[in-house]
């Protein structure tokens, strides 16, 4: 399943990926020693990536032109600068309260609306589900797959 407006180009990867590196790279920061240099490398390079997932964005648009996603965007950007000043300016609290805020809101949350039916990622991670239930007996009928419910190659089992 592919979304109307996206396809898989490369500006699109690009933004997945480094979407995917920040959530994984942020956890690894939330979960480790901080005000170390470890901890700064890692932030700078979570920061890099934030700010280049948000401005990929704005080359990504749908027939209509831009939507809420890019006002998302351009506060990520703004909050980014924010939490960078925070520490710069070593208010440690402020700094981690921006930080974490920007985590869940911008990758968290934004990431679950990815899984939306038309989006790109929704529909790869729905294609990996129904391959999975084909491997293990074609599941039909599932709360998961509800759709799959007529024979088809991939299911011989109900052929």
Not at 3 to 31: D, F, K, M, R
């Amino acid at each position: 399943m592919t979304s109307t407006h996206y396809s898989w180009s490369p500006l699109v990867v690009t933004h997945a990926s480094l979407a995917a590196l920040a959530v994984l790279l942020g956890a690894v920061i939330l979960c480790t020693r901080k005000g170390h240099g470890a901890h700064r490398w890692m932030g700078w390079t979570w920061v890099l990536c934030m700010t280049t997932v948000a401005g990929i964005s704005f080359a990504m648009q749908g027939p209509g032109g831009y939507s809420w996603i890019h006002g998302l965007s351009a506060f990520t950007l703004a909050s980014l600068v924010i939490g960078v000043m925070h520490a710069r300016a070593r208010r440690v609290h402020a700094h981690r309260v921006h930080m974490i805020s920007l985590y869940v809101g911008a990758l968290v949350i934004t990431g679950l609306f990815t899984l939306l039916p038309g989006r790109l990622i929704g529909g790869v991670l729905r294609s990996l589900i129904a391959l999975d239930q084909d491997a293990i007996g074609c599941v039909v009928g599932s709360p998961l797959m509800p759709a799959v419910t007529a024979p088809s190659p991939q299911c011989p089992a109900l052929t």
